[in-house]
């Protein structure tokens, strides 16, 4: 079945950098579009990256030109690069699996790693 495993969040500090990781299994890796959300306490979860299989990407525009999704097909692997970190960045990160083509939904959502960013 469809196993995705988060990696990389820890503790930094404002204007640090991270680069989260999320391991996939069970499924054909490239074919499908992945996302990375984050969910915040007391928040909704909120959709913050998303690439397609052959790598076009989307970002929620309190990310723009500070964060950078991008796959690794060979190692069935999905990355998100974390720049110019913010407290308001502070949140849980799960990544999820895309459905549909055109992709509709995402689903399937990792344990999630979290980030925190201290001001």
């Known amino acids: 079945q469809v196993q995705l495993v988060e990696s990389g969040g820890g503790l930094v500090q404002a204007g640090d950098s991270l680069r989260l990781s999320c391991a996939a299994s069970g499924y054909t890796f490239s074919d499908w579009a992945m996302g990375w959300f984050r969910q915040a306490p007391g928040k909704q979860r909120e959709l913050v990256a998303t690439?397609?299989?052959?790598?076009?990407?989307t970002y929620a525009d309190s990310v723009k030109g500070r964060f950078t999704i991008s796959r690794d097909n060979a190692k069935n692997t999905l990355y998100l690069q974390m720049n110019s970190l913010k407290p308001e960045d502070t949140a849980l990160y799960s990544c999820a699996r895309g459905y549909g083509r055109p992709t509709s939904s995402y689903a399937n959502w990792g344990p999630g790693t979290q980030v925190t960013v201290s001001s």
């Open positions: 690439i397609t299989s052959r790598g076009s990407t």
